[in-house]
């Protein structure tokens, strides 16, 4: 997502996310980069939460083009909402969303075909020097290149380049662990969705009176350890992101944050999100870790329906579709893991329960059309 709402009100970093937005618009217009502007729908589900969207509002609602909705207006607009969750709403409609892989694949081509730059693929550097007045880069195969400035954009890996001053600069690193749905053909959400527990962590709303009520009232304990918010966006497949958590090191302590998944993240979002009324959706997989960890995660998936951990393909459906029953011990569908998806990067496709959708899928006629009033 790329929304002001996410960085404090007014200051550098306000600017930062107006700039970038519509860095993302030029970009689009001259070449599809897959940026999209959906716009983004806090829901509240508490009297709390209702106020600070309200107080946003009004403070705000004009220079960051936003609209309160009492909860009668939102239900009205969005069905498909848990009536029983929504107390209020705050609608962003310019707010984008972008996948990045998909930006990456289709921008860089881009780039070296207008002549914009020089890309060097599978070059892994391993020092930068200062070199008169300007800047000497030299990569593992032993290449120099030289320019007037260098810019390291190092990500995760703190050793490589600069170890002591990124020990020395306060600097954490954050991992972030969410889920992703099988995609939902014919259902389209209007917006990205993000809960009342997002109201609390962006920092946009911090300026609001009643945010630091907010802030007292008393939130699930693995909620807050993990820094877990609930939030719904949809890609261009049809499939739906989940999530998500965020666990914080500090640089010198980043091997503590293995890549791995946690299966007490998982249900701690999905125990916030699960609604006694509502139908399971079957999640594609997860977006962190290596796939033996989502074996590790559903242990009994793969042996319920005697299926083989690298060969899913022996057991294909007899009739393209999946039973209907569930198996007792994971509260999964029965045959779910026959379903084949295609997660290059991800993980190895996996079935888990993701009821945990609070603010959507309120009936299966809604999921799967909803019907929305002009």
Not at 207 to 230: F, N, Q
Request: hydrophobic share 35%; with cysteine; charged share 25%.
């Amino acid at each position: 997502m790329i929304a002001q709402s996410i960085v404090p009100v007014g200051g550098a970093w306000a600017g930062y996310a107006r700039d970038s937005a519509e860095i993302y618009r030029a970009l689009q217009r001259v070449h599809d980069i897959g940026a999209r502007a959906p716009g983004s729908l806090y829901v509240a589900s508490t009297e709390l939460e209702r106020r600070v969207l309200d107080e946003f509002a009004r403070m705000y609602g004009a220079n960051y083009n936003c609209a309160y909705l009492d909860a009668d207006e939102a239900r009205y607009r969005y069905p498909f909402i848990q009536a029983s969750y929504c107390v209020g709403a705050l609608l962003f409609p310019d707010d984008l969303t972008l996948e990045p892989r998909r930006m990456l694949r289709q921008l860089i081509p881009y780039l070296t075909q207008q002549g914009l730059l020089d890309y060097a693929p599978h070059t892994s550097v391993v020092a930068v020097e200062a070199s008169g007045q300007g800047c000497l880069v030299r990569d593992a195969r032993g290449h120099s290149y030289a320019a007037d400035r260098v810019i390291v954009c190092g990500g995760a890996d703190c050793t490589t380049l600069f170890p002591t001053l990124l020990e020395r600069s306060g600097l954490r690193l954050c991992k972030l662990q969410m889920m992703r749905t099988v995609p939902r053909p014919g259902y389209r959400l209007p917006h990205a969705l993000l809960s009342g527990l997002s109201i609390r962590r962006y920092p946009a709303f911090a300026s609001c009176p009643s945010y630091a009520s907010l802030l007292d009232e008393p939130v699930d304990t693995a909620l807050r350890d993990y820094g877990v918010h609930l939030l719904f966006k949809q890609l261009p497949d049809g499939s739906i992101v989940v999530g998500d958590s965020h666990e914080y090191v500090d640089v010198r302590d980043a091997a503590l944050l293995a890549e791995s998944t946690n299966p007490a993240i998982d249900a701690a979002i999905l125990g916030y999100g699960r609604h006694p009324g509502l139908r399971p959706a079957h999640a594609r997989g997860v977006l962190v870790g290596h796939p033996r960890e989502v074996e590790r995660l559903l242990p009994h998936a793969s042996r319920a329906r005697g299926l083989r951990r690298n060969d899913r393909r022996r057991h294909p459906p007899r009739d393209g579709h999946r039973r209907q029953g569930h198996d007792d011990r994971t509260g999964l569908r029965a045959g779910a893991y026959r379903r084949h998806f295609a997660v290059r990067g991800l993980c190895r496709p996996a079935t888990v329960p993701s009821d945990a959708c609070t603010l959507a899928y309120s009936s299966p006629r809604q999921a799967v059309r909803p019907s929305f009033r002009p």
